[in-house]
């Protein structure tokens, strides 16, 4: 077993794997969006390849919180620090000012779609909203399967109003790049805090896990796990830059 603080390189090679096959989905998007190739992304393969990389990044993502709070509660109980709600506030509020960032980038180029609450805000929410459910065990199981049946219910209805968007509560005609409403995807994250709570008890792997760091695609994805957000946060404008550097795309291409 890994020594106490070190990083649990499953962990990070999952969330790698998650983000590498989002990246692979969002470059196919881009191709389809700006009509370089004609590619069927609402059905098939691709659409779940999508989904579940969203997916299984928030599960990860749910994992790893349990996880570092774990670690920072048996830290208190040695004397050594205290785990309180402001950290988490301060990291919600730094994903959303994120998330706010790409709306804006995404109002101006993209008007028609830019993003409203994308995966970034919902990170940003829930960061502060996880906190009282880190106190439990398998209850988060049940809170997990609550939300996530709520917001499937919520999923095929339309409402008049726009004020819960983020919530779930989706207005008619809506139209979005990266929508992540809380209900259901924090069903999701509540999922990803009990399976850390219950492979991860104070913060320690309790199973064999043979480490396999010297094979390159591990590595791979681990480093870009242990990166997970500043990728996130710039693969757009990189696939953008590509394609005007490649001449695929230009600047008085119709959209």
């Known amino acids: 077993m890994a020594r106490y603080a070190d990083r649990l390189w499953e962990i990070d090679c999952l969330r790698g794997f998650a983000v590498l096959l989002m990246l692979l989905y969002h470059f196919l998007y881009d191709l389809d969006f700006f009509k370089l190739v004609d590619i069927q992304l609402g059905s098939g393969l691709i659409l779940y390849a999508?989904?579940?990389?969203?997916?299984?990044?928030?599960?990860?993502?749910?994992?790893?919180?349990?996880?570092?709070?774990s670690r920072a509660l048996s830290k208190e109980s040695a004397g050594n620090g205290a785990e309180n709600f402001s950290k988490y506030l301060k990291r919600g509020i730094k994903l959303y000012l994120m998330g706010l960032l790409l709306t804006g980038i995404t109002w101006i180029f993209l008007p028609e779609e830019y993003i409203v609450f994308g995966i970034l805000h919902f990170f940003g929410?829930?960061?502060?909203?996880?906190?009282?459910?880190?106190?439990?065990?398998?209850?988060?199981?049940?809170?997990?399967?609550?939300f996530g049946l709520l917001g499937l219910y919520l999923r095929n209805m339309t409402f008049g109003f726009s004020s819960l968007l983020w919530l779930g509560f989706t207005p008619g005609n809506f139209r979005t790049l990266d929508y992540?409403?809380?209900?259901?995807?924090?069903?999701?994250?509540?999922?990803?805090?009990f399976l850390g709570n219950f492979l991860y008890p104070e913060g320690k792997r309790q199973f064999e896990m043979p480490y396999t760091g010297k094979n390159p695609l591990i590595r791979l994805s681990s480093r870009v796990g242990q990166h997970s957000l500043f990728i996130y946060f710039i693969h757009q404008p990189l696939f953008l830059g590509f394609l005007f550097l490649s001449g695929l795309l230009n600047l008085n291409m119709p959209l």
């Open 50 to 69: 999508g989904r579940f990389s969203a997916l299984l990044f928030i599960l990860i993502s749910g994992a790893a919180l349990s996880i570092s709070h």
């Open 125 to 146: 929410v829930s960061a502060v909203l996880v906190y009282p459910f880190l106190r439990y065990g398998k209850e988060n199981l049940f809170f997990s399967i609550f």
């Open 180 to 193: 992540f409403p809380v209900l259901p995807w924090f069903g999701v994250l509540l999922a990803g805090v």
